[in-house]
């Protein structure tokens, strides 16, 4: 067992899920980027290459840099709310949100 996957376990985190939420956030994201930012090879390439789900997250602000300049913020805004949803529970940097 790698020491992450103990460590969310301690935690109480089900490990189970986080490579479906990972993929399925990836998917989404670049999605996003080739239908408003096609031409954006270096983003697509980070997309792509992530390695886990927190780089995903710390991903979607150069994300929403990439829309706003070719859509306008409003577009971006709501373009990164959504990608924000599909993390569900799993966002890096604080503490995870319950549901209620």
Not at 64 to 79: N, P, S
């Amino acid at each position: 067992m790698r020491i992450r996957n103990s460590f969310w376990a301690m935690l109480g985190q089900d490990i189970s899920s986080t490579p479906d939420t990972f993929a399925r956030v990836r998917r989404a994201m670049l999605a996003l980027l080739e239908e408003y930012c096609p031409d954006n090879a270096e983003l697509r390439h980070k997309l792509t290459f992530a390695i886990d789900i927190d780089a995903l997250w710390y991903l979607r602000s150069n994300l929403m840099i990439a829309l706003a300049a070719r859509q306008g913020e409003t577009v971006a805004r709501d373009c990164i709310s959504r990608i924000t949803f599909l993390f569900q529970e799993r966002q890096p940097g604080g503490a995870m949100r319950k549901r209620p």
